[in-house]
T-cell receptor, first 113, second 113 residues
């Protein structure tokens, strides 16, 4: 069966510090991978998605970047965090094309102070 | 532009009764719709989906109805249980769009014993 991991679970970082969140998927190959953010009291906003190694599409202009160095690894980064980057970050995967169901990881709670 | 809207931020029902969660969308190109359930500090869990070729899909206590002409879908939970208390998100996608999901803002369901 497929499993998706995210770490860390919680992170408190000062403004201006760098960020690296990691997501890995087990039990499948060539998945589509996604990063979402849920800000306090709001829905889920798609930040990035990737259909293959090195292929990243950005959905919204922002202070963050994403990379996919391996087939089942997806990394969310920032060089300098802003207060507005605080939120709950979720990684998701799906497989195939067309009508796809996405499966989410446990999430990372990021607080920027 | 909010393409997927859940206009009720919260809903409270009695245990054993029916819960009806609503969702409206504006993009007629959407052809796949999903409902997710989310507990605090956890990733969303996939519940049920429906494609645009159907108007109803049922899975146990959960039924999703799709009214394409009204661009409206609803999730029915019968009977409601206290463990159903969570935030419910509807999401929509286009089969030709690499499976990207557009989420609503979520509805918090409280099922009272």
């Amino acid at each position: 069966s497929q499993t998706i991991h995210q770490w860390p679970a919680t992170l408190v970082q000062p403004v201006g510090s760098p960020l690296s969140l990691e997501c890995t998927v087990e039990g499948t190959s060539n998945p589509n991978l996604y990063w979402y953010r849920q800000a306090a009291g709001r829905g889920l906003q798609l930040l990035f998605y990737s259909v293959g190694i090195g292929q990243i599409s950005s959905e919204v202009p922002q202070n963050l970047s994403a990379s996919r160095p391996q087939d089942r690894q997806f990394i969310l980064s920032s060089k300098k965090l802003l207060l507005s980057d605080s939120g709950f970050y979720l990684c998701a995967w799906s497989w195939g094309q067309g009508w796809e169901t996405q499966y989410f990881g446990p999430g990372t709670r990021l607080l920027v102070l | 532009d909010q393409q997927v809207k859940q206009n009720s931020p919260s809903l409270s029902v009695q245990e054993g009764r029916i819960s009806i969660l609503n969702c409206d969308y504006t993009n007629s190109m959407f052809d796949y719709f999903l409902w997710y359930k989310k507990y605090p500090a956890e990733g969303p869990t996939f519940l049920i989906s429906i494609s645009s070729i159907k108007d109803k899909n049922e899975d146990g206590r959960f039924t999703v109805f799709l009214n394409k002409s009204a661009k409206h879908l609803s999730l029915h939970i019968v009977p409601s249980q206290p463990g159903d208390s969570a935030v419910y998100f509807c999401a929509a996608s286009r089969s030709s769009n690499t499976g990207k999901l557009i989420f609503g803002q979520g509805t918090t369901l409280q099922v009272k014993p």
